[in-house]
């Protein structure tokens, strides 16, 4: 970004919330404050005195927000030439900027998992269940770990659909990888129904992007100590939803394994 890329209109504010506020002695600081925040793609200036300026920085531009440009003769607004930085639209989404044919107006052409003017809102499908034949690794007896995302909530141990760890080694954990950060808002579990329904009668749900300690170190889905009674499938509500690539389910009994017979997550309630 260099200092010539921009352009001022005298007697206009862009209208949104800023996401800087800055009192400058000259306003080429806003300028350069503007070019050293890649965020930052135009400015409004307004001269407090003879030797003060407020300058807001904005995450946005004119040709994007132009409904938000207002007159006001106390400022000015300062934007890009070139008002396509890919950023503009989204720098996780892959959006692309699209000048309109006379040069007034962008818009984004959004990946097609987004939407919203800056492709900022991520779409998931409502009924899709991201856990389902995801990669599952666990604390033991990793071979069988898939079996817990399977698409099978069978209860019956010989059914071959349940996951079980041993009595050792303690801690238990099982976790899912979703490949990709996704939004969780809801878990439902299926627990082991022909016998030991109390295996799965003290455990925590963690959803996040950390692998430390296995991923149980990640926060918290609902409350710290959860219960499904044995052959019943729960739902757990994580609210707000949360974001992650990894969802652990971990017991916190460490006299006796930890088994379920299907897990599966939701991005909506
Ligand atoms: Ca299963």
């Given at each position: 970004m260099k200092l010539k890329n921009f352009y001022h209109l005298h007697g206009h504010r862009?209208?949104?919330?800023?996401?800087?506020?800055?009192?400058?002695?000259?306003?080429?600081?806003?300028?350069?404050?503007?070019?050293?925040?890649e965020d930052c793609f135009s400015f409004n200036v307004k001269k407090i005195s003879s030797n003060l300026f407020l300058c807001?920085?904005?995450n946005t531009s004119k040709f994007l927000d132009s409904d938000n440009l207002t007159r006001d003769e106390n400022f000015a607004h300062w934007y890009l030439?070139?008002?396509?930085?890919?950023?503009?639209?989204?720098?996780?989404?892959?959006?692309?900027?699209?000048?309109?044919?006379?040069g007034t107006a962008v818009s984004c052409n959004c990946?097609?998992?987004?939407?919203?003017?800056?492709?900022?809102?991520?779409?998931?499908?409502?009924?899709?269940?991201?856990?389902?034949?995801?990669?599952?690794t666990?604390?033991?007896?990793?071979?069988?770990?898939?079996?817990?995302v399977d698409g099978n909530s069978n209860s019956n141990w010989y059914g071959n659909s349940c996951y079980e760890t041993l009595y050792e080694p303690v801690p238990h954990w099982w976790r899912v990888n979703f490949e990709e950060e996704i939004q969780v808002a809801r878990v439902v579990?299926?627990?082991?129904?022909?016998?030991?329904?109390?295996?799965?009668?003290?455990?925590?749900?963690?959803?996040?992007?950390?692998?430390k300690e296995n991923g149980v170190t990640n926060p918290a889905c609902g409350e710290t100590h959860l219960a499904v009674p044995q052959g019943?499938?729960?739902?757990?509500?994580?609210?707000?939803?949360?974001?992650?690539?990894?969802?652990?389910?971990?017991?916190?009994?460490?006299?006796?394994?930890?088994?379920?017979?299907?897990?599966?997550?939701?991005?909506?309630?």
């Amino acid at each position: 970004m260099k200092l010539k890329n921009f352009y001022h209109l005298h007697g206009h504010r862009l209208k949104v919330s800023p996401q800087a506020t800055l009192e400058v002695a000259k306003d080429v600081k806003c300028t350069v404050s503007c070019m050293r925040n890649e965020d930052c793609f135009s400015f409004n200036v307004k001269k407090i005195s003879s030797n003060l300026f407020l300058c807001e920085l904005l995450n946005t531009s004119k040709f994007l927000d132009s409904d938000n440009l207002t007159r006001d003769e106390n400022f000015a607004h300062w934007y890009l030439q070139e008002p396509c930085n890919p950023l503009l639209c989204g720098d996780e989404s892959q959006g692309k900027c699209v000048i309109d044919s006379d040069g007034t107006a962008v818009s984004c052409n959004c990946s097609e998992k987004y939407e919203a003017k800056r492709c900022e809102i991520r779409i998931y499908d409502a009924k899709r269940n991201y856990a389902l034949n995801k990669p599952t690794t666990a604390s033991v007896r990793d071979y069988i770990s898939q079996r817990a995302v399977d698409g099978n909530s069978n209860s019956n141990w010989y059914g071959n659909s349940c996951y079980e760890t041993l009595y050792e080694p303690v801690p238990h954990w099982w976790r899912v990888n979703f490949e990709e950060e996704i939004q969780v808002a809801r878990v439902v579990i299926t627990n082991r129904g022909d016998c030991c329904g109390d295996r799965l009668s003290n455990f925590g749900i963690k959803i996040g992007n950390s692998l430390k300690e296995n991923g149980v170190t990640n926060p918290a889905c609902g409350e710290t100590h959860l219960a499904v009674p044995q052959g019943q499938t729960k739902t757990f509500a994580c609210s707000p939803p949360m974001k992650g690539q990894y969802l652990v389910i971990h017991s916190f009994l460490t006299d006796r394994p930890m088994v379920f017979c299907e897990v599966q997550a939701y991005a909506y309630p």
